[in-house]
């Protein structure tokens, strides 16, 4: 059974940072490639990041570019999202999925997904 379950969301301040970490059990990371999504109230669901089971990174909003960075611990089986200078617009709950092989920016290609975090950027 494929199961990922994400941590490291909270209440945090404009400018600060956080952390999510996405484990994943059931599969290993060099055969799925992993996406962060988010969803903020209102919204549709919108693709984050992703990290491919070869290893290559992809950046899915303009917004995040330079602050959001991706990054694997395949020995622990676990992605990470490194947010930094986080914004009241980056709230939201953000989920990790998975798919095989190949990132994509797109809700309806990936095949597993977590439960989310809620991640709250407010003074």
């Known amino acids: 059974q494929l199961l990922l379950v994400e941590s490291g969301g909270g209440l945090v301040q404009p400018g600060g940072s956080l952390r999510l970490s996405c484990a994943v059990s059931?599969?290993?990371?060099?055969?799925?490639?992993i996406g962060w999504f988010r969803q903020a109230p209102g919204k549709e669901r919108e693709g984050v990041s992703c990290f491919s089971s070869s290893g290559n990174r992809r950046n899915y909003v303009d917004s995040g570019k330079g602050r959001f960075t991706i990054s694997r611990d395949n020995a622990k089986n676990t992605v990470y999202l490194q947010m930094n200078s986080l914004k009241p617009e980056d709230t939201a709950i953000y989920y990790c999925?998975?798919?095989?092989?190949?990132?994509?920016?797109?809700?309806?290609?990936?095949?597993?997904w977590g439960q989310g975090t809620q991640v709250t950027v407010s003074s």
């Open positions: 999925a998975a798919r095989p092989s190949y990132c994509s920016p797109y809700v309806t290609a990936y095949d597993y």
């Open positions: 059931g599969f290993t990371l060099d055969s799925y490639a």
